[in-house]
T-cell receptor, first 111, second 112 residues
Framework: GENVGLHLPTLSVQEGDNSIINCAYS??????FIWYKQESGKGPQFIID?????DKRQGQRVTVLLNKTVKHLSLQIAATQPGDSAVYFC??????????FGKGTHLIIQP | DGGITQSPKYLFRKEGQNVTLSCEQN?????MYWYRQDPGQGLRLIYY???????QKGDIAEGYSVSREKKESFPLTVTSAQKNPTAFYLC???????????FGSGTQLSVL
């Protein structure tokens, strides 16, 4: 079946550096993508989303890039802070179908 | 404040017992969802409801039941038929079917 997955289960970065979290998807018909942040013991929080008619979208300190050719999604976090430590999930959907979630990447911030 | 409230935060179930997880939202969202999260796994959809008095099974509905008598409330019952209920349960809502989801803070269910 179609899957959404992440390349790296754990990513460790130095405080102040930029972080890049990657996500591969296999459904070429997916037209909506979303990133969530989940801290330990809490529910996921929306970070940023992007539709398939866009390649890039920026938020506050975050950027999502979508490469439809290779079916790749990435989340860039600028100037990583300790509060950015969390598990980050990507999710995708096609049309009116439900969201399909990836397993998550654990981002660890080194002081 | 607007949001989704799940209760309790922690819940323990004895063998053969049914337990009910509460989910309330004051966002005026039409759609509500229940997901199950296991360690190292993605979120898996249990049930969802797009309108009051209507709901559909998700990918792993067996052993669970729901009701949607009010727009604001979408309780989930974990029945004794669910043999592996230990997990983190997340409720979510959205303005429309499968649009951006807003999540509650979750309920950790464990078996005694």
């Amino acid at each position: 079946g179609e899957n959404v997955g992440l390349h790296l289960p754990t990513l460790s970065v130095q405080e102040g550096d930029n972080s890049i979290i990657n996500c591969a998807y296999s459904n070429s018909a997916s037209d909506y993508f979303i990133w969530y942040k989940q801290e330990s013991g809490k529910g996921p929080q929306f970070i940023i989303d992007i539709r398939s008619n866009m390649d890039k979208r920026q938020g506050q300190r975050v950027t999502v890039l979508l490469n439809k050719t290779v079916k790749h999604l990435s989340l860039q976090i600028a100037a990583t802070q300790p509060g950015d430590s969390a598990v980050y999930f990507c999710a995708e959907k096609e049309g009116a179908d439900g969201l399909t979630f990836g397993k998550g990447t654990h981002l660890i911030i080194q002081p | 404040d607007g949001g989704i409230t799940q209760s309790p935060k922690y819940l323990f179930r004895k063998e053969g017992q049914n337990v009910t997880l509460s989910c309330e939202q004051n966002l005026n969202h039409d759609a509500m969802y229940w997901y199950r999260q296991d360690p190292g796994q993605g979120l898996r959809l249990i049930y969802y409801s797009q309108i009051v008095n209507d709901f559909q099974k998700g990918d792993i509905a067996e052993g669970y039941s729901v009701s949607r008598e009010k727009k604001e409330s979408f309780p989930l019952t974990v029945t004794s038929a669910q043999k592996n209920p230990t997990a983190f349960y997340l409720c979510a809502s959205s303005t429309g079917a499968n649009e951006k989801l807003f999540f509650g803070s979750g309920t950790q269910l464990s078996v005694l």
